[in-house]
T-cell receptor, first 116, second 109 residues
Framework: EAGVTQFPSHSVIEKGQTVTLRCDPISGHDNLYWYRRVMGKEIKFLLH????????ESGMPNNRFLAERTGGTYSTLKVQPAELEDSGVYFCASSLGPGLGRNEQFFGPGTRLTVL | AQRVTQPEKLLSVFKGAPVELKCNYS??????LFWYVQYSRQRLQLLLR??SRESIKGFTADLNKGETSFHLKKPFAQEEDSAMYYC???????????FGKGTRLHILP
């Protein structure tokens, strides 16, 4: 089992460009989460999918960020247009579901985004 | 406000000495508390959670609801314990995780 995978591992783009991050959860995990860590700050929740539905998107910073999970498998997070303050590490996590023994979130290695 | 506070950015401890990583939280309700660890060049992984009351790699953490603390302890530090440690909580109304800023633990030989 490869665990949660994320692509790319690093991305360097210029301000105003568009970037799409991808996350493949562990097979069979209905729950998928996006988090990010901006330099010097804590890891912060962005949003939560249950299958293909957005359960909670309260952490999305603004409408330049768009997350999708078509078909309830992999997810993409698009930033358009990117701004300097979007630089950071974007983590994806997945879990089986609610309830003890099922709700442990497994994290991917993260995508480091640098906006110049 | 929901918050997790880790007062130490960096903690250096000699090998064999006791370790205590401090964590305090603020949450109106009954949260679940966790410690996550990230070793060099590895991904973030769950170390332990308060409801399981286990000792993992020699680490323990007791939830103190009166002091709203969840400090991580180990009696004898080992060099392989050097890593970034994050205290975190998950609320009783949703599954999102709220993280502290993390403490870098450096074990000195």
């Amino acid at each position: 089992e490869a665990g949660v995978t994320q692509f790319p591992s690093h991305s360097v783009i210029e301000k105003g460009q568009t970037v799409t991050l991808r996350c493949d959860p562990i097979s069979g995990h209905d729950n998928l989460y996006w988090y990010r860590r901006v330099m010097g700050k804590e890891i912060k929740f962005l949003l939560h999918f249950v299958k293909e539905s957005k359960q909670d998107e309260s952490g999305m910073p603004n409408n330049r960020f768009l997350a999708e999970r078509t078909g309830g498998t992999y997810s993409t997070l698009k930033v358009q247009p990117a701004e300097l303050e979007d630089s950071g590490v974007y983590f994806c996590a997945s879990s089986l579901g609610p309830g003890l023994g099922r709700n442990e979130q497994f994290f991917g290695p993260g995508t480091r985004l640098t906006v110049l | 406000a929901q918050r997790v506070t880790q007062p130490e950015k960096l903690l250096s401890v000699f090998k064999g000495a006791p370790v205590e990583l401090k964590c305090n939280y603020s949450y109106s309700g009954s949260p679940e508390l966790f410690w996550y660890v990230q070793y060099s060049r590895q991904r973030l992984q769950l170390l332990l959670r308060h409801i399981s009351r286990e000792s993992i790699k020699g680490f323990t953490a007791d939830l103190n609801k009166g002091e709203t603390s969840f400090h991580l302890k180990k009696p004898f530090a080992q060099e392989e314990d050097s890593a970034m440690y994050y205290c975190a909580l998950s609320g009783d109304r949703d599954d999102k995780i709220i993280f502290g800023k993390g403490t870098r633990l450096h074990i000195l030989p």
